[in-house]
């Protein structure tokens, strides 16, 4: 390779980001102090099959794997506000079909501690993988990253994956 070439390489960021690395997400000042005992995840409104689920509930379904990028919304071009990351979790389209949404349902509304809410339409579950997500990169998700769970709808920017979950509608 010619000193020329070598000069011009630019370096690749990681393919996974260390989740020491990771950008912080939340939507409030200070990470949430979440009590997993007491956390419920609650699946509501224009479903015929309502779901309440505790963490130990959530996290004894099938579990899979999706590597996906999170970038901010806010994020500048070029800037930190942008990683990747191995999730584990459960399934959203599969939460969605047992709690079986009405016909003329068509949004899903979440909602943190902190009182952000964000949604996006029901159509947007096709099968891309949407997820709650339990671990990141191997480990129990961690607190300034969304613990005890946190959606993953690849393809959306990150603010719709902001929250950390106390219901849905």
Do not use: H
């Not at 989740?19 to 997993?36: E, K, L, Q």
Request: aromatic residues 8%.
């Amino acid at each position: 390779m010619s000193k020329l070439i070598k000069e011009e390489l630019i370096p690749l960021s990681y393919l996974i980001t260390p989740n020491s690395d990771f950008f912080r997400i939340d939507t409030a000042i200070g990470t949430p102090d979440i009590d997993v005992a007491s956390w419920r995840l609650k699946i509501t409104g224009m479903v015929k099959n309502p779901i309440t689920l505790s963490y130990d509930e959530l996290i004894k379904r099938p579990l899979f794997e999706l590597d996906n990028t999170l970038s901010c919304v806010s994020n500048p071009v070029g800037g930190p506000l942008i990683s990747n990351a191995r999730w584990t979790g459960v399934r959203l389209d599969d939460l969605i079909k047992e709690a079986a949404p009405l016909d003329k349902a068509d949004q899903i509304l979440s909602s943190s501690d902190d009182g952000f809410s964000a949604g996006f339409p029901l159509s947007i579950l096709d099968g891309r993988d949407a997820m709650i997500a339990i671990e990141m990169n191997g480990e129990v998700l961690p607190a300034e990253n969304g613990y005890p769970a946190r959606l993953i709808v690849p393809g959306l920017y990150g603010y719709v994956s902001a929250t950390n979950y106390r219901d849905w509608e």
